[in-house]
């Protein structure tokens, strides 16, 4: 063969293929129904909420331009504040609830013991039940005279409680039925990083005289840590925007000692009608949200195997 032929050869094989110029892809058919179910779902709604927010609108009445006023309005609103409050506390409460009853758990059903299968399916049960049954029967056993929990009490000599009817335990007391309903999402979320761990360390811990608490300590706690931090991402932000629950036991009460954001923006909209106060303050539920997800995951990204020490 011919130097040329050689050339020409190579020429050919480096080359990138051409296409036929007439069957070139084509893929908005595929892309523009998507674009235009996401701009019906998502786009229009929020461009709406933000139009609404800038607007004095109470249904029934005249549509009027208002700018920032309603923005300046939730700034000097007590009861937005005190939401907030309610947000913040019920938040962190149902988080370290279940993230300390979940790892705990998690432990417990690392080991091996006999029916551990059918124990950890129990288990995950309430995770799986809706929040309005939910709701309706624990508002039954917190009833203060017919509620099987202050009969409990009662057995073990305690007076009984108000629960959801008192203002302060209220929020306590919802917390733990999100914590009942959500520890086992905890766990199953730590049972996986227990499962991915590697046993060398742990072999060599026992070489070295380590006991139970030291090996938890030193190893187990800092390898499951980017799994802890998960399962505080996705609790986080289930929390605090929690709705369902606190709506069907309390509707916000007694007075507004349980109403979150999501309560008081639901009640400004649509029981006081005043859709363009309840609009502002959806914008800046929703400010919060992605300023809250944006922590976490920042966090979330420092949290590695890689970043851990063992001593």
């Known amino acids: 063969m011919s130097s040329v032929s050689i050339e020409a050869a190579k020429a050919t094989a480096t080359s990138p293929r051409s296409k036929p110029s007439g069957l070139a892809p084509n893929y908005w058919p595929f892309v523009v129904p998507a674009l235009i179910v996401i701009a ?6 929020w461009v ?23 923005y300046l309005r939730l700034a000097t609103d007590t009861r937005f504040w005190d939401s907030l409050w309610h947000t913040v506390l019920y938040t962190v409460l149902a988080v370290i609830g279940p993230l300390f009853l979940g790892t705990l758990a998690a432990l417990i059903f690392d080991a091996q013991f006999p029916l551990r299968g059918l124990l950890r399916g129990i288990f995950v049960m309430p995770m799986m039940a809706t929040p ?17 929990l202050n009969y409990l009490l009662s057995l073990v000599g305690i007076s009984p409680q108000e629960w959801i009817y008192n203002q302060t335990s209220v929020i306590p007391s919802l917390v733990l039925v999100e914590t009942w309903q959500w520890t086992p999402l905890i766990m199953l979320i730590v049972l996986g990083g227990l499962a991915a761990l590697p ?12 006991n139970t608490w030291q090996k938890f300590r030193y190893l187990t706690l800092p390898m499951i840590a980017p799994f802890l931090m998960v399962g505080v991402i996705i609790r986080s932000i ?4 929690s709705f369902d629950i606190i709506y069907a036991m309390t509707q916000g009460g007694p007075g507004t000692a349980s109403e979150t954001i999501n309560i008081y923006l639901y009640n400004t909209a649509f029981s006081y009608y005043d859709i363009g106060y309840g609009s502002a303050m959806a914008v800046v539920f929703f400010v919060v949200i ?9 966090v979330r990204a420092r949290t590695n195997w890689s970043d851990t020490e063992t001593r």
């Open 238 to 241: 289930d929390a605090v925007k």
């Open 290 to 298: 992605v300023a809250l997800s944006f922590v976490l995951m920042m």
């Open 199 to 210: 046993r060398e360390p742990y072999e060599s811990a026992e070489i070295d005289g380590a």
């Open 48 to 70: 709406f909420t933000l139009w609404m927010s800038v607007n004095s609108w109470t249904l029934g009445q005249a549509q009027a331009f208002s700018g920032w006023d309603n």
């Open 132 to 148: 309005v049954a939910i709701a309706l029967v624990w508002t039954m056993m917190f009833h203060p005279q017919l509620g099987v």
């Open 40 to 45: 019906a779902v998502i786009v229009f709604p």
